[in-house]
């Protein structure tokens, strides 16, 4: 992809590393499919360093306008599968 993720200069290397992490497994999701369950470990580290709602959103909104892949439509989905189940989002 031609696109940057967003990114807070605040955040550490490896942070930076771990968000850029999550966006790839959500574009994943769109692209081949993802395990359920390796999913929600990345999404909880991310989680860990955007812990607040608003910049979650914000985050995910930037990234969404760059890339055309929803983030939040990809963490419901997975949420709502069942353990264990490999999610392709369309």
Not at 16 to 36: H, L, S, T
Not at 54 to 75: D, I, P
Request: one cysteine or more; glycine letters at 4%.
């Amino acid at each position: 992809m031609e696109y940057q993720y967003p990114i807070d200069h605040d955040w550490s290397t490896e942070e930076i590393i771990d968000v850029i992490n999550y966006f790839q497994k959500v574009e994943q999701a769109y692209e081949k499919g993802v395990d359920r369950d390796q999913f929600l470990e990345i999404y909880s580290r991310f989680k860990e360093i955007v812990p607040g709602k608003a910049q979650e959103r914000k985050v995910c909104a930037e990234f969404e306008e760059v890339s055309g892949f929803s983030a939040y439509h990809t963490v419901k989905a997975v949420k709502e599968a069942a353990p264990g189940v490999k999610i392709k989002m369309k």
